[in-house]
């Protein structure tokens, strides 16, 4: 699977919006790029997925650039419950078999 | 969307014992099923890839022996922590996967003492 780099970690004011980057330069054509989020002790919930086109739905909108090279995950209006480590992956579709593979991911921490 | 229910949230046991964990998905059938650990202030690493009615496919460093997979079911796979020592101590998730994606556990949190 392509290798994703993101930023350690973020601050983000409650009630603004949290913009999480996330490079993957070595995408193949077949991959997508999911979104993940681990808030502390529980297991991962999964937020968003996309191919090439921008993705929004209840939770987020993910923003992929026309080169595929990286890509933005946006909470619009954060809260303090959206404190938690994401996680971008990068990996075929749904229809693949394969695990996926975390990298560091992002530890985003909202602020009252 | 897809559930998947894991089982025990949190066990303490002696080193020496063993401690099985179980992993259901409750209104999906489940081929494939997936075992991280992660350790504190790190990343979920996968130990192990069960699959249904065959054997489980081990990473690289994974003592098979140590950490018994049973996948009988569609909708149970069990990992059991044979002989644990501290060192077993860590955050085991389970996955499996739905029609969507990738549905996790909730965790659990194994101590050894």
């Known amino acids: 699977d392509a290798k994703t780099t993101q930023p350690t970690s973020m601050d983000c004011a409650e009630g603004r919006a949290a913009n999480l980057p996330c490079n993957h330069s070595?995408?193949?054509?077949?991959?997508?790029v999911y979104w993940y989020r681990q808030i502390h002790s529980q297991g991962p919930q999964y937020i968003i997925h996309?191919?090439?086109n921008n993705e929004t739905n209840e939770m987020a909108s993910l923003i992929i650039t026309e080169d595929r090279k990286s890509s933005t995950l946006i909470l619009p209006h954060a809260t303090l419950r959206d404190t938690a480590v994401y996680y971008c992956?990068?990996?075929?579709?749904?229809?693949?078999?394969?695990?996926?593979?975390f990298g560091s991911g992002t530890q985003l921490t909202v602020l009252p | 969307g897809a559930v998947v229910s894991q089982h025990p949230s949190w066990v303490i046991c002696k080193s020496g014992t063993s401690v099985k964990i179980e992993c259901r998905s409750l209104?999906?059938?489940?081929?494939?099923m997936f075992w991280y650990r992660q350790f504190p202030k790190q990343s979920l690493m996968l130990m192990a890839t069960?699959?249904?009615?065959?054997?489980?496919?081990?990473e690289q460093g994974v003592e098979k022996d140590k950490f018994l997979i049973n996948h009988a079911s569609l909708t149970l796979s069990t990992l059991t922590v044979t002989s644990a020592h501290p060192e077993d101590s860590s955050f085991y998730i389970c996955?499996?996967?739905?029609?969507?994606?990738?549905?996790f556990g909730s965790g659990t949190r194994l101590t050894v003492v």
């Open positions: 996955s499996a996967r739905d029609r969507a994606g990738y549905t």
């Open positions: 070595t995408i193949s054509g077949n991959e997508y």
């Open positions: 996309g191919l090439k």
């Open positions: 992956i990068v990996r075929p579709g749904s229809g693949s078999a394969r695990q996926l593979t």
């Open positions: 209104d999906f059938q489940a081929t494939t």
């Open positions: 069960s699959n249904e009615g065959s054997k489980a496919t081990y």
